[in-house]
């Protein structure tokens, strides 16, 4: 168990929208760890993540606390919001191509997170901007930064918002089902990117996701969510080695070959597939 204070602390957080869906769950996110929140469609897990940034339906009733290194979010107007919405919590959501302007370059939409929070303009935002398209491995950043996202495969899309997510080095970041759209070898490398940033920027992770398989390569810890409550939690190789609750069970069991061990940390880091083969795979089928 991590000692420190929690870059994020959700507690006793409740939620509805016309009637109750999240029944007082409570996380704790550490910088430089992956926690998963897991479940079926429903559960409330998204619902849980967009709590964070105040981005839930105006008609929802939210009860309880969510704390930033101790400031108080739910609750927060929305100018003290947008200061905080990019720049200390970012959110990569799961279709890039929903997330990114389509009339928009790229090069645009990264640097104006960069002008709003961070003042930066011109040759300065330029040079940032490529270098957060070499940190997420998008090829030939510089020439990237003139074309539109419908000139992009899906996994280099998804790339790019997550590039637009770590503009303004934010503290947390939520990803939810980051990797439900895409091919499954270009799944394993937007994880391995996932798992890279989170160890090399300290970042504190949300990943959102029904899918356990997902959770094994990179989660630290993970939480099982059912009906609006989280019915179990625990480390990454304690849950899959020895689940205790069982919908967790139902959920392992559904997995191909019906059972998933964890995988070890280093194995994260080995490659699928060259990066070049799985884009121009993923270029091919589109």
């Given at each position: 168990?991590?000692?420190?204070?929690?870059?994020?602390?959700?507690?006793?957080?409740?939620?509805?929208?016309?009637?109750?869906?999240?029944?007082?769950?409570?996380?704790?996110?550490?910088?430089?760890?992956?926690?998963?929140?897991?479940?079926?469609?429903?559960?409330?897990?998204?619902?849980?993540?967009?709590?964070?940034?105040?981005?839930?339906?105006?008609?929802?009733?939210?009860?309880?606390?969510?704390?930033?290194?101790?400031?108080?979010?739910?609750?927060?107007?929305?100018?003290?919001?947008?200061?905080?919405?990019?720049?200390?919590?970012a959110m990569v959501f799961q279709d890039p191509s929903a997330s990114l302007h389509p009339?928009?370059?790229?090069?645009?939409?990264?640097?104006?997170?960069?002008?709003?929070?961070?003042?930066?303009?011109?040759?300065?935002?330029?040079?940032?901007?490529?270098?957060?398209?070499?940190?997420?491995?998008?090829?030939?950043?510089?020439?990237?930064?003139?074309?539109?996202?419908?000139?992009?495969?899906?996994?280099?899309?998804?790339?790019?918002?997550?590039?637009?997510?770590?503009?303004?080095?934010?503290?947390?970041?939520?990803?939810?089902?980051?990797?439900?759209?895409?091919?499954?070898?270009?799944?394993?490398?937007?994880?391995?990117?996932?798992?890279?940033?989170?160890?090399?920027?300290?970042?504190?992770?949300?990943?959102?996701?029904?899918?356990?398989?997902?959770?094994?390569?990179?989660?630290?810890?993970?939480?099982?969510?059912?009906?609006?409550?989280?019915?179990?939690?625990?480390?990454?190789?304690?849950?899959?080695?020895?689940?205790?609750?069982?919908?967790?069970?139902?959920?392992?069991?559904?997995?191909?070959?019906?059972?998933?061990?964890?995988?070890?940390?280093?194995?994260?880091?080995?490659?699928?597939?060259?990066?070049?083969?799985?884009?121009?795979?993923?270029?091919?089928?589109?």
């Amino acid at each position: 168990m991590n000692a420190t204070a929690p870059a994020l602390r959700i507690s006793d957080l409740t939620i509805a929208i016309g009637r109750p869906l999240v029944h007082g769950i409570s996380l704790d996110l550490h910088a430089g760890r992956i926690h998963g929140l897991a479940g079926e469609s429903g559960s409330g897990k998204t619902l849980t993540s967009l709590a964070v940034l105040g981005l839930l339906p105006r008609t929802a009733r939210t009860g309880g606390s969510i704390t930033l290194a101790g400031e108080e979010l739910l609750g927060l107007r929305r100018r003290s919001l947008n200061r905080i919405r990019g720049k200390r919590v970012a959110m990569v959501f799961q279709d890039p191509s929903a997330s990114l302007h389509p009339q928009l370059p790229v090069g645009r939409q990264l640097t104006d997170h960069m002008r709003v929070h961070l003042g930066l303009r011109g040759a300065a935002a330029k040079a940032r901007a490529i270098e957060l398209l070499e940190t997420v491995q998008v090829p030939n950043p510089e020439g990237a930064l003139s074309r539109y996202p419908h000139q992009f495969s899906g996994g280099q899309r998804q790339r790019i918002a997550i590039a637009c997510a770590l503009a303004c080095d934010p503290e947390v970041l939520l990803a939810d089902e980051p990797t439900t759209a895409l091919d499954v070898t270009v799944q394993a490398g937007i994880l391995r990117l996932l798992r890279d940033l989170a160890t090399e920027r300290n970042l504190a992770v949300l990943l959102v996701t029904h899918d356990l398989g997902v959770m094994s390569a990179i989660a630290d810890e993970v939480a099982v969510m059912k009906n609006g409550e989280i019915v179990e939690r625990a480390d990454r190789e304690t849950l899959f080695r020895d689940p205790q609750h069982e919908y967790t069970r139902i959920l392992l069991a559904a997995l191909p070959g019906s059972r998933i061990e964890a995988v070890p940390d280093a194995a994260v880091g080995d490659p699928v597939a060259p990066a070049e083969e799985t884009e121009e795979k993923e270029d091919a089928d589109e």
